[in-house]
């Protein structure tokens, strides 16, 4: 992550495919541990769709997850 947008919200720029998958993988990875403890292996993400459009979608970070 390499900046914050003015309502401080993080914002990257030029992530490879692999670093977005494991970005992804570490966020679930942290929640899971932070919220559901031992024996939890199940993560559920909740997306903001605010703005959100075909032409600014990610397709290959959405097949991933």
């Given at each position: 992550?390499?900046?914050?947008?003015?309502?401080?919200?993080?914002?990257?720029?030029?992530?490879?495919p692999?670093?977005?998958?494991?970005?992804?993988?570490?966020?679930?990875?942290?929640?899971?541990?932070?919220?559901?403890?031992?024996?939890?292996?199940?993560?559920?993400?909740v997306?903001?769709?605010?703005?959100?459009?075909?032409?600014?979608?990610?397709?290959?970070?959405?097949?991933?997850?």
């Amino acid at each position: 992550v390499t900046g914050v947008q003015t309502c401080a919200l993080p914002i990257s720029f030029d992530q490879s495919p692999k670093a977005l998958e494991d970005y992804v993988i570490s966020q679930m990875e942290c929640v899971r541990c932070l919220f559901g403890g031992v024996g939890v292996e199940k993560v559920t993400m909740v997306f903001d769709m605010t703005g959100f459009g075909l032409r600014n979608m990610d397709w290959r970070c959405i097949l991933f997850m």
